[in-house]
């Protein structure tokens, strides 16, 4: 288990900036013991000139999240993986923290306010045809099989397909950004990148795209999500930088996370049949298991702040240049939030409540992008496959950023 592998994690220090904290996931046990021992926690590391708090109680992530005022993301908004040899390129590590993620208020409401009209319901409804169209393609082409590789054959395919309509890219490049997106997040996989140079590279090349596309809406915008950000003052290299950013931004927040839902969802269901079974009786029920599932898999495992000044946090002070790292897998089952947390409750009635799509000016701006792919897509599953289930142990991503499955064999009937 990942849980007492490292001596901070035999005395129930959980510390994300190792990848053996995630080695097999989520480390819920860790987490648990984390919140009871030490909820607010200091880190430092030889590798990292930064002194750095880990939060897993859901009320301090919560306020942490809220509070920009006394927290800043622009000196970097996730925890980097202290192993040797591991950090990008210096000039990479600047062009990703002068993204949109990377800024605070007010400049971010700026990027934040061109970008929400193409994610609200009555934009959504001009591609709601299409993924369904799309959902449904890919189960006709599973109908006669009996198990399938889960991850490439299913959750991967309409998360990017949907990317794509809502980035206006080509149809013809889904394979190559498919690539992109896993060289992307799997940058610490050496499945995917045998050396950080190659993930750099691979962010390069997503960057360039996007620009490319981003140059051509200039000179003949469309009303889509592309030519609004085409609109986006360039007044300064760093706004230039961040505003060609937005695309692999884009690319790189909804594709794995949505993907590791739907992977996440089908273990969770095949752990409670009870529940998939509410589900099948019920569909109605599916809108607030979206929720329960975002709850219960929470796909990013953190996020980043920096103070800005001295300021306390659960009791604890954190000195003004100290970062804090929240876990919202920890958050997530925080028994003072959540019943029962450890178990997936399709009913449960403060399931919306769930942090796993952040909280505050930051929260996720794609997530009725994503809710809407997680509803069809499980409606589909279930309606189709009602003796669905995971066959396999997960395969896990190297990462201590997102909680990614690489493969999953599941039983379709
Ligand atoms: C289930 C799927 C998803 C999960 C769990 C998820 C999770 C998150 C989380 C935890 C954050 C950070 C919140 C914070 O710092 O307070 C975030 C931000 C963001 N997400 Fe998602 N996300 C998902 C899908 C998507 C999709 C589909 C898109 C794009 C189409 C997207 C785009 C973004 C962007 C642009 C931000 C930055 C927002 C900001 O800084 O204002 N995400 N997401």
Redesign the pocket.
């Known amino acids: 288990m990942a849980d007492s592998t490292t001596p901070d994690a035999a005395a129930g220090r959980c510390d994300p900036a190792r990848f053996e904290t995630f080695a097999a996931g989520h480390p819920f046990t860790l987490y648990a013991a984390a919140r009871e021992k030490e909820p607010v926690a200091l880190f430092e590391h030889e590798g990292w000139r930064y002194r750095y708090h880990v939060l897993t109680r859901y009320a301090d992530i919560d306020s942490v999240?809220r509070d920009t005022d006394n927290f800043t993301?622009t000196h970097g908004?996730r925890l980097p993986h202290l192993e040797e040899g591991c950090q990008p390129p210096s000039e990479i590590a600047e062009t990703i923290s002068s993204t949109?993620?990377g800024?605070d208020p007010p400049k971010?409401g700026i990027?934040?306010k061109v970008?929400q009209p193409h994610?609200m319901p009555s934009m959504l409804r001009q591609i709601d045809e299409e993924v369904q169209g799309a959902v449904d393609g890919l189960i006709d082409r599973l109908r006669d099989r009996e198990s399938i590789e889960f991850v490439s054959e299913f959750a991967a395919i309409v998360?990017i397909f949907?990317?794509m309509r809502?980035l206006g890219a080509p149809e013809g490049d889904a394979e190559k950004i498919y690539d992109w997106t896993n060289r992307l997040v799997g940058a610490n996989d050496p499945e995917y990148n045998s050396e950080p140079a190659q993930s750099a590279a691979a962010f390069m090349e997503v960057f360039n795209y996007g620009t490319a596309l981003l140059e051509e809406r200039e000179t003949s915008p469309s009303g889509d999500l592309l030519s609004a950000v085409a609109m986006l003052p360039k007044s300064d290299s760093r706004e230039e930088m961040a505003r060609r950013g937005?695309f692999t931004?884009?690319l790189a927040?909804?594709?794995e996370?949505?993907r590791?839902?739907l992977t996440g969802a089908i273990i969770g269901l095949t752990k409670f049949p009870d529940q998939k079974q509410a589900l099948i009786d019920d569909p109605s029920l599916i809108p607030n298991a979206v929720r329960e599932i975002?709850r219960y898999?929470?796909?990013?495992f953190q996020?980043m702040r920096f103070a800005k000044r001295d300021v306390e946090v659960g009791g604890r002070k954190i000195a003004e240049g100290e970062a804090v790292v929240?876990l919202?897998g920890a958050a997530n089952r925080d028994p003072a939030m959540f019943e029962d947390p450890d178990r997936l409750d399709v009913r449960r009635a403060n399931a919306n409540r769930h942090?796993?799509?952040?909280?505050?000016?930051?929260?996720?701006?794609?997530?009725p992008?994503?809710?809407l792919?997680?509803e069809k897509m499980i409606a589909a599953l279930l309606t189709n496959f009602p003796m669905i289930k995971a066959a396999s142990e997960p395969d896990y991503l190297r990462s201590n950023f997102v909680s990614g499955i690489k493969r999953l064999d599941v039983r379709l009937r």
Request: charged share 5%; hydrophobic share 45%; with cysteine.
């Open positions: 999240s993301s908004f949109f993620m800024s971010h990027t934040r970008l994610f998360p949907t990317l809502l937005l931004t884009l927040a909804g594709n996370t949505t590791n839902s975002v898999v929470s796909p990013v996020m929240m919202y942090l796993g799509f952040g909280v505050g000016v930051h929260r996720c701006i794609g997530a992008v994503a809710t792919q997680l």
